[in-house]
C-alpha cells in the first residue's frame, strides 16, 4: 500500500529513534473518505497532505514527485482516538482481582508495579502502545508510576514511548503525603513501604531535570506535573506543580475523586472539597485534566467550568470496581471539557477506546431523560477533542493546522457496512478490528495491521518470564498486599 521505503523508520532500540522531523518529511493519504466531525458529519473522498508531521492540505491533491503516498482508497480516514488516562505500569494485569474494592485492588496493583526493570517498563509500554495502535488510538496520557520515581524510570517510559511511535504525554505520577485513602483503619502507613511519600525536595530536583531532558525535541512526547491525586500531595507540592506547569507551558493531570472515601477524607481534612482546597490554594487553571471526577459536589462542577478544567471520564474502570459514575450529563451542562479514557490494564483489563466510547454513551440512558443522554457525538468528541484538549496539543481533527494523527479503517468490515451513520458507527458498532494503519505525527507506525515502528514478536517473546520473575522478586509485596486485602475483607 506504501510506495516508499518504510523500513528505514523502523526504531532500532540501540540506534535510537529518527526525529520525527526527518522521519515526517512528506505524505499523501490518497483517495479516502475523509471525516472531521468538527466540518461535516459525513465524511468525503479526498486527500490529505501532510508536511513535517502537520496537515497541510485535504482535498483533490496532485502527488508531487517522489512523494510517500498511502493509497487509502475504501478506507475510512478519521482522527487517531486519544486514550486520555492510562497507566502502562499495569499492562500485565488484564483479568485480575475480580470483584475487589478499591483499596484491595490499589494494594495489589502495588505488588504487580512496583520494582519494575527498565527493560521491563519499556515492555510494558509497548504492549499497550500495541493494543492501542490495533484499536485505533494514537495518543495517551500515561499516569506513570504508581510508586516514587527517578530518573531511570523516567528514562526508560520515555524512551519506550519514543519507540513505540504514538503521542503520549506523560504524568510525572508523585505523592509527596500520605496514602491515606486506602489504609484499612488503624494500619501503619510505614508498614506499606513502596507507598512512602517522596520527598518534596526530590521532586523539586527531579521534575524539572525530566521536563528540560524530555519535554523539548519531539512534539510526540511531552511531560507534565502529576499528582497522585491532590489529597495525597502537600500545599507546597501542588503549588511547585502549578509554577512548573506555568513556567513551561506544561498540563498539569490527576486522579481526583475516584471513590467516596477520598471525598469524605478531604472535608474532614480540609473543611472543604478537593477541589475547594486547590481552588483556596490558587493553583486551578484550564492545564488541568482529572481522571474519574466522580465524587464531585456542584459547586465543584462550576470550579471545573469556571477554570476551564478538563474531565477525564473513565466509564468501564469505573464500573470494574464499583467506584461510582460520573456526572457526565451535568458537567457537559455546565460546559466543562471531558475527555475520555480507559484507565489502567489493572482497572480495565484492556485499552480499546471504542468501548470506552460506546460505554460513556450508554452509562445514563437508563437513569436520564432522553434529552441529558451523551449522544454518540459527545462520545467521540471526547476521544478526539476533548483529549486534545487534556494533552493540550493540535489533535484530534482532520484539517490543516492540526497534527497528522490518522486511523484507516476498512470500509469491508462488519460494524462499517453500509456507511449509515459513521459517528454512531465508530461509537456503537465498531470495536477497533477495522483498524488497518495508524499514522501518528505524519509517520505510518502500523500498515495493514503489522506495526512498524517496533518488532511486536520480541515484545510477546520478551515477556514472556516477566510475571514470573515480578512474582519472586516481589514476594513481600504480594504477601502484604494479601494481608492488606484479607484485613479490608
Ligand atoms: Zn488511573
Same mark, same amino acid.
Given at each position: 500500500?506504501?510506495?516508499?521505503?518504510?523500513?528505514?523508520?523502523?526504531?532500532?532500540?540501540?540506534?535510537?529513534?529518527?526525529?520525527?522531523?526527518?522521519?515526517?518529511?512528506?505524505?499523501?493519504?490518497?483517495?479516502?473518505?475523509?471525516?472531521?466531525? &468538527?466540518?461535516?458529519?459525513?465524511?468525503? !473522498?479526498?486527500?490529505?497532505?501532510?508536511?513535517?508531521?502537520?496537515?497541510?492540505?485535504?482535498?483533490?491533491?496532485?502527488?508531487?514527485?517522489?512523494?510517500? +503516498?498511502?493509497?487509502?482508497?475504501?478506507?475510512?480516514?478519521?482522527?487517531?482516538?486519544?486514550?486520555?488516562?492510562?497507566?502502562?505500569?499495569?499492562?500485565?494485569?488484564?483479568?485480575?482481582?475480580?470483584?475487589? #474494592?478499591?483499596?484491595? /485492588?490499589?494494594?495489589?496493583?502495588?505488588?504487580?508495579?512496583?520494582?519494575?526493570?527498565?527493560?521491563?517498563?519499556?515492555?510494558?509500554?509497548?504492549? #499497550?502502545?500495541?493494543?492501542?495502535?490495533?484499536?485505533?488510538?494514537?495518543?495517551?496520557?500515561?499516569?506513570?508510576?504508581?510508586? !516514587? /520515581?527517578? =530518573?531511570?524510570?523516567?528514562?526508560?517510559?520515555?524512551?519506550?514511548?519514543?519507540?513505540?511511535?504514538?503521542?503520549?504525554?506523560?504524568?510525572?505520577?508523585? /505523592?509527596?503525603?500520605?496514602?491515606?485513602?486506602?489504609?484499612?483503619?488503624?494500619?501503619?502507613?510505614?508498614?506499606?513501604?513502596?507507598?512512602?511519600?517522596?520527598?518534596?525536595?526530590?521532586?523539586?530536583?527531579?521534575?524539572?531535570?525530566?521536563?528540560?531532558?524530555?519535554?523539548?525535541?519531539?512534539? $510526540?512526547?511531552?511531560?507534565?506535573?502529576?499528582?497522585?491525586?491532590?489529597?495525597?500531595?502537600?500545599?507546597?507540592?501542588?503549588?511547585?506543580?502549578?509554577?512548573?506547569?506555568?513556567?513551561?507551558?506544561?498540563?498539569?493531570?490527576?486522579?481526583?475523586?475516584?471513590?467516596? !472515601?477520598?471525598?469524605? =477524607?478531604?472535608?474532614?481534612?480540609?473543611?472543604?472539597?478537593?477541589?475547594?482546597?486547590?481552588?483556596?490554594?490558587?493553583?486551578?487553571?484550564? $492545564?488541568?485534566?482529572? &481522571?474519574?471526577?466522580?465524587?464531585?459536589?456542584?459547586?465543584? +462542577?462550576?470550579?471545573?467550568?469556571?477554570?476551564? =478544567?478538563?474531565?477525564?471520564?473513565?466509564?468501564?474502570?469505573?464500573? $470494574?470496581?464499583?467506584?461510582?459514575?460520573?456526572?457526565?450529563?451535568?458537567?457537559?451542562?455546565?460546559?466543562?471539557?471531558?475527555?475520555?479514557?480507559?484507565?489502567?490494564?489493572?482497572?480495565?483489563?484492556?485499552?480499546?477506546?471504542?468501548?470506552?466510547?460506546?460505554? *460513556?454513551?450508554?452509562?445514563?440512558?437508563?437513569?436520564?431523560? %432522553?434529552?441529558?443522554?451523551?449522544?454518540?457525538?459527545?462520545?467521540?468528541?471526547?476521544?478526539?477533542?476533548?483529549?486534545?484538549?487534556?494533552?493540550?496539543?493540535?489533535?484530534?481533527?482532520?484539517?490543516?493546522?492540526?497534527?497528522?494523527?490518522?486511523?484507516?479503517?476498512?470500509?469491508?468490515?462488519?460494524?462499517?457496512?453500509?456507511?449509515?451513520?459513521?459517528?454512531?458507527?465508530?461509537?456503537?458498532?465498531?470495536?477497533? *478490528?477495522?483498524?488497518?494503519?495508524?499514522?501518528?505525527?505524519?509517520?505510518?507506525?502500523?500498515?495493514?495491521?503489522?506495526?512498524?515502528?517496533?518488532?511486536?514478536?520480541?515484545? /510477546?517473546?520478551?515477556?514472556?518470564?516477566?510475571?514470573?520473575?515480578? %512474582?519472586?522478586?516481589?514476594?513481600?509485596?504480594?504477601?502484604?498486599?494479601? %494481608?492488606?486485602?484479607?484485613?479490608?475483607?
Amino acid at each position: 500500500m506504501i510506495n516508499s521505503q518504510l523500513a528505514s523508520q523502523s526504531n532500532g532500540r540501540s540506534s535510537g529513534v529518527p526525529s520525527d522531523k526527518a522521519a515526517g518529511a512528506s505524505l499523501l493519504v490518497r483517495g479516502a473518505l475523509v471525516l472531521d466531525p &468538527a466540518l461535516d458529519p459525513d465524511p468525503r !473522498r479526498r486527500d490529505i497532505l501532510i508536511r513535517d508531521g502537520v496537515i497541510t492540505e485535504i482535498g483533490e491533491i496532485a502527488p508531487e514527485p517522489g512523494i510517500e +503516498i498511502v493509497e487509502a482508497a475504501g478506507m475510512l480516514a478519521s482522527p487517531g482516538l486519544v486514550n486520555a488516562h492510562m497507566h502502562s505500569q499495569s499492562a500485565l494485569m488484564a483479568g485480575f482481582g475480580d470483584s475487589l #474494592s478499591h483499596p484491595a /485492588f490499589m494494594w495489589l496493583t502495588q505488588a504487580h508495579t512496583s520494582r519494575l526493570t527498565p527493560e521491563e517498563i519499556r515492555l510494558t509500554v509497548l504492549l #499497550s502502545a500495541i493494543q492501542m495502535l490495533r484499536t485505533g488510538t494514537s495518543a495517551a496520557i500515561d499516569h506513570f508510576p504508581g510508586q !516514587r /520515581f527517578g =530518573m531511570a524510570e523516567m528514562d526508560a517510559v520515555l524512551g519506550a514511548w519514543r519507540e513505540s511511535g504514538l503521542r503520549v504525554m506523560l504524568g510525572m505520577r508523585f /505523592f509527596d503525603d500520605e496514602f491515606g485513602d486506602i489504609l484499612p483503619e488503624g494500619m501503619d502507613a510505614g508498614a506499606a513501604s513502596v507507598l512512602k511519600p517522596q520527598p518534596l525536595g526530590e521532586l523539586r530536583a527531579l521534575m524539572p531535570e525530566i521536563v528540560s531532558r524530555w519535554h523539548c525535541c519531539e512534539n $510526540r512526547l511531552t511531560v507534565c506535573p502529576a499528582p497522585s491525586h491532590p489529597d495525597r500531595c502537600t500545599d507546597a507540592a501542588l503549588i511547585f506543580s502549578a509554577e512548573l506547569a506555568a513556567k513551561h507551558d506544561l498540563a498539569i493531570h490527576t486522579h481526583l475523586l475516584e471513590t467516596r !472515601r477520598q471525598a469524605d =477524607m478531604a472535608r474532614e481534612r480540609f473543611g472543604t472539597t478537593s477541589l475547594g482546597r486547590l481552588e483556596a490554594l490558587g493553583v486551578l487553571s484550564d $492545564r488541568w485534566s482529572s &481522571a474519574h471526577s466522580i465524587w464531585l459536589e456542584d459547586d465543584d +462542577i462550576a470550579l471545573m467550568a469556571r477554570h476551564g =478544567m478538563i474531565a477525564v471520564h473513565n466509564p468501564e474502570s469505573n464500573a $470494574r470496581i464499583g467506584a461510582g459514575v460520573m456526572r457526565t450529563p451535568d458537567l457537559l451542562a455546565a460546559g466543562v471539557a471531558v475527555a475520555l479514557g480507559t484507565d489502567g490494564v489493572g482497572a480495565n483489563d484492556n485499552l480499546a477506546m471504542h468501548e470506552a466510547m460506546r460505554a *460513556a454513551a450508554l452509562l445514563h440512558r437508563t437513569s436520564e431523560p %432522553r434529552a441529558r443522554w451523551v449522544s454518540a457525538g459527545d462520545a467521540f468528541s471526547m476521544a478526539t477533542a476533548g483529549g486534545a484538549r487534556a494533552m493540550r496539543q493540535p489533535i484530534g481533527r482532520l484539517a490543516p493546522g492540526y497534527r497528522a494523527d490518522i486511523v484507516l479503517c476498512n470500509l469491508r468490515s462488519p460494524p462499517l457496512t453500509p456507511l449509515n451513520n459513521v459517528i454512531s458507527q465508530l461509537v456503537f458498532a465498531e470495536t477497533g *478490528a477495522s483498524v488497518e494503519t495508524m499514522i501518528v505525527e505524519g509517520r505510518v507506525v502500523m500498515e495493514n495491521r503489522r506495526i512498524l515502528a517496533f518488532d511486536e514478536a520480541e515484545v /510477546f517473546a520478551a515477556l514472556a518470564d516477566v510475571p514470573a520473575r515480578l %512474582r519472586a522478586r516481589n514476594a513481600d509485596l504480594f504477601t502484604q498486599a494479601e %494481608r492488606i486485602v484479607a484485613a479490608l475483607a
